[in-house]
């Protein structure tokens, strides 16, 4: 949905930064100060995180770093973690990050647009409810404070270093910078590393109300979390995201280097362009036509930009007049309606079916043709979304960006595509894949595959405590049985009168987000609890099946323990209480055949109604034609017949 640009004047040699935004556009502000004028319009689900501006003294300008960014990437181990969340339903991807001593979990929005990582901070009393608790430093062995020096902001007694942020729609975030051990899950061979991290004290607007707990900054920049890895010289200077498609969400992440295929599309990225990661595109094809554009229009200001926390993708105004007529040419035998939603002028087609895997056959390829002459195919799926009142009908995920000349792509372009910031080689790779099975592609691939990660993840140094690392994901304990029933009970941050007239509404946003049916799930019973609510429910298999299977059973309970379960910010947040199993019960001769008696007897009384009726009537025709006629009855005469 089309945003109009935000203007964001910086204090950096008096730069004018032009960005579209959406829902929480922000810059962040450590160790400069920042004056924004805002002129904003805010969307449910579109995302544009912040292109940070990087202080003069960045470590990618350091020549002291440089020479220890040049190691093999063979010699350096990687962090592989996975995606959770979905781009265009929830405005972002989230990784799982665990800080302090013990591990400590949060949620994260993957970001390349920002440098900083933050996390709310148990002093916040004005931090919202997310997905997880807040971060205790009391409680870790290894947080220490970031005291206050003459490279960052001081806080009102000079201790301690501090940070503030201000979103576009006036949302705000200030909080102390911490340093303690950060730790990347079972599936990361990089141990537990030491890093510079924000503690909120203070939320406010949008960022109260957000699903997950914080960022994770990617981009480049001394707090960023790769250039902290990579000056430590325990990862390679590259890191590789990967986005799930328009069906499945989720993904893979990996901070460090990894083997790439040997399809591999690469772009030319100059550090020194523009602050962000940037592409050099030279022209769009859209059909295998090029479209009538300079390749100038793809360079103005700043470029194009690749940014993973913006949600669609927005052109210079004549390029994106250009790519829209050639779009309407193509799907002209396609109904152009109206948007989802009447605030915004989508431009949207009906009649285009809801198989996405048949869309090629009625939207065409869009291809990115790079400086080198490599070329970047997008799929329907990177340059639409679905229209969410109507069924089999998509929009176009691509918008004009106002009259700012920069070249915006967000993650609806790398649907389904692996992105290696090659930040050491000066190159961005792309590359189509399912993201889903990301590991099996690459291996199947003419690469040589990963360095595989050890069973349970590399452990933590010595002069760590064991449980530093964190630990697998809970075992369920789902017994080897035909499994007949779920029930499970979560705790929503919703007053109970408010809650009670939407639980038709929630019990389809439960089926939808469990992939189930709504027939299959049964609330069974809701209470109060405070200002919260408890909701009891049960879930049945589908269809004719009398059981569903422990892997169907285990994926429910996953979503659920694992907050993959969103839902609208009308339902508050949830905590999954508990859960159990039960077998099918057994079912009597009666209980399996009830349905076939009842239909034959019901036939059969029909039936006899039926014959009942016909010898009814015949009776009475007979009655009628022998019926007794008194002597002085008239008779009519009857004609006689001729001889």
């Known amino acids: 949905m089309a945003f109009p640009p935000i203007r964001l004047t910086t204090t950096i040699a008096t730069a004018t930064v032009i960005v579209p935004t959406s829902l929480c556009l922000f810059l962040t502000f450590v160790q400069f100060g920042i004056s924004v004028a805002h002129n904003v319009a805010t969307h449910p689900t579109a995302m544009v995180l912040p292109l940070f501006l990087s202080p003069p003294n960045s470590s990618r300008t350091s020549s002291s770093s440089s020479s220890r960014r040049h190691l093999q ?10 995606l959770y969340d979905d781009l265009l339903l929830n405005g972002y991807y989230t990784t799982r990050l665990w800080i302090g001593t013990p591990p400590q979990k949060f949620a994260l929005i993957v970001d390349t647009g920002s440098t900083v990582t933050y996390v709310p901070c148990s002093t916040c009393d004005q931090c919202g409810r997310h997905q997880d608790p807040k971060f205790q430093p009391e409680l870790s062995s290894t947080y220490q404070p970031v005291k206050c020096n003459i490279d960052c902001t001081c806080d009102d007694d000079r201790a301690q270093c501090i940070y503030e942020r201000q979103y576009a729609e006036m949302s705000t975030s200030s909080g102390v910078l911490g340093d303690d051990i950060v730790s990347f899950g079972n599936l990361s061979e990089l141990a537990p590393q030491r890093a510079v991290f924000g503690c909120e004290n203070v939320e406010t607007g949008d960022l109260y109300s957000q699903h997950a707990d914080g960022i994770m900054g990617l981009g480049r920049g001394d707090l960023s979390i790769v250039d902290q890895l990579v000056e430590k010289g325990v990862i390679s200077d590259s890191f590789s995201l990967c986005y799930g498609g328009m069906e499945i969400g989720g993904g893979a992440m990996v901070l460090g280097g990894i083997f ?13 362009r523009s602050p962000y990661y940037n592409i050099d595109l030279k022209e769009i094809h859209v059909a295998g036509k090029q479209l009538a554009l300079k390749p100038s229009v793809f360079d103005g200001k700043h470029g194009t930009v690749l940014d993973s926390g ?3 993708a927005y052109l210079p105004e004549p390029a994106f007049l250009a790519f829209k007529e050639a779009i309407m040419k193509q799907v002209q035998s396609l109904k152009q309606i109206r948007g989802p939603d009447p605030n915004y002028k989508d431009i949207c087609f009906s009649g285009a079916g809801s198989d996405i895997f048949q869309l090629g056959k009625t939207f065409p390829v869009v291809d990115m043709v790079f400086g080198n002459g490599q070329k970047l195919s997008l799929s329907p799926e990177n340059y639409l979304f679905r229209h969410s009142k109507v069924r089999g009908a ?3 995920g691509i918008f004009q960006n106002g009259k700012d000349p920069t070249t915006l792509l967000g993650g609806i372009i790398v649907r389904n595509t ?8 000066s190159k961005i790779g792309f590359w189509k894949t399912n993201c889903s099975e990301l590991w099996e592609r690459l291996q199947q691939s003419n690469a040589p595959p ?7 993840g590399k452990g933590p140094p010595e002069d760590m405590p064991p449980d530093l690392a964190p630990r697998a994901p809970a075992d369920f304990n789902i017994p080897e049985i035909q499994i007949g029933q779920i029930t499970f009970d979560m705790l929503l941050s919703v007053n109970y009168s408010d809650l009670k007239p939407h639980m038709t509404e929630l019990t389809a946003f439960i089926a939808h987000e469990l992939a189930v049916n709504v027939s299959q799930v049964h609330l069974v019973n809701l209470t109060a609890k405070g200002n919260d609510s408890i909701v009891r429910w049960y879930i049945l298999p589908g269809g004719k099946g009398a ?11 996953a979503r659920l323990s694992e907050h993959r379960v969103k839902l609208p910010h009308t339902f508050g947040t949830y905590q999954f209480i508990e859960w159990h199993v039960e077998p099918p019960v057994a079912r009597t001769w009666w209980q399996d055949h009830y349905v076939v008696v009842i239909s034959a007897t019901i036939i059969a009384v029909v039936i006899a109604s039926l014959a009942s009726g016909g010898w009814f009537v015949w009776k009475r025709r007979q009655q009628s034609i022998t019926a007794y006629k008194p002597v002085e009855v008239i008779i009519p005469e009857q004609e006689l017949q001729p001889l």
């Open 547 to 557: 059981y569903m299977s422990n892997t169907t059973a285990m994926e429910i309970i």
């Open 394 to 396: 998509y929009c176009l």
């Open 418 to 425: 692996l992105v290696m910031y090659e930040r050491e080689q």
């Open 310 to 312: 913006t949600t669609y």
């Open 260 to 272: 790439p295929p040997s399809d591999m599309v690469y772009a030319y990225s100059d550090a020194g």
């Open 73 to 82: 990437r063979s010699e350096r181990p990687n962090a592989h973690m996975s």
């Open 450 to 456: 990963p360095v595989p990660s050890a069973p349970d």
